[in-house]
Structures are given as structure tokens and as C-alpha cells.
């Protein structure tokens, strides 16, 4: 059963950036494209950013120029990081694969919170 763990969130005012990693464990992470999402209070779970097992990126109109997606896969993780950081930005993030959604469970998710 995969695991996926969130991290690196937190408080940062609006202009500010942090770098999100989730690490996920128990499958083989490199064959499987990875994604972002959030979901912001009130809000359903959206779609952010994912990335393919070759490395090519597609991301939501909202972050493009702004949040850059990676992965390594050695150390089953993708990262996503996030610059210029917006107000509506703040949301629990949440990774998965786009491939397996309602396979994986979910992890706990990382607050991101944008405010001055």
C-alpha cells in the first residue's frame, strides 16, 4: 500500500515562496506520473501541477509562471516549488498520482497559509 507524505508548508506572506516535498513510499514511484492539489477551505480539492515519468510538466492556468514542479526519483519524492506566493494560495496541499487517484489514499496533506 503507498504512502504519501506532505511536507514543508507553513505561514509566508503574500510575495513569498516555500518549497513543498512529499515523499512517497511502498510502489514503484518513478513509473507512475505525480501531481499536485489543494484544497482551500470550503473549497473541493483542485487540481495543481503533475508531472510525467519522463519529466514533462503540466500545470493549472492559477500557478503557471509561478510554482515549478520537480522529482527525484531516487528518493521517491516530487517537489513543488512556489514563488510569488498569493492570498489565494492558502490551502492544505496534497500530492498523488493523477494515474491512480482512488487507489492511493490520500496523506495528510501540508498547510500552505498566504497572509501578511
Known amino acids: 500500500q503507498v504512502q504519501l507524505v506532505e511536507s514543508g508548508g507553513g505561514l509566508v506572506q503574500p510575495g513569498g515562496s516555500l518549497r513543498l516535498s512529499c515523499l512517497a513510499s511502498?510502489?514503484?514511484?518513478?513509473?507512475?506520473?505525480m501531481g499536485w492539489y489543494r484544497q482551500a477551505p470550503g473549497k473541493t480539492r483542485e487540481f495543481v501541477a503533475r508531472?510525467?515519468?519522463?519529466?514533462?510538466?503540466v500545470y493549472e492556468t492559477f500557478v503557471k509562471g509561478r510554482f515549478t514542479i520537480s522529482r527525484d526519483n531516487a528518493k521517491n519524492t516530487v517537489y513543488l516549488q512556489m514563488n510569488n506566493l498569493k492570498p489565494e494560495d492558502t490551502a492544505v496541499y496534497y500530492c498523488?498520482?493523477?494515474?491512480?487517484?482512488?487507489?492511493?489514499?490520500w496523506g495528510q496533506g501540508t498547510q500552505v497559509t498566504v497572509s501578511s
Open positions: 508531472i510525467s515519468s519522463g519529466g514533462s510538466t
Open positions: 498523488n498520482s493523477p494515474d491512480m487517484l482512488g487507489s492511493w489514499p
Open positions: 511502498g510502489s514503484i514511484f518513478s513509473i507512475y506520473t
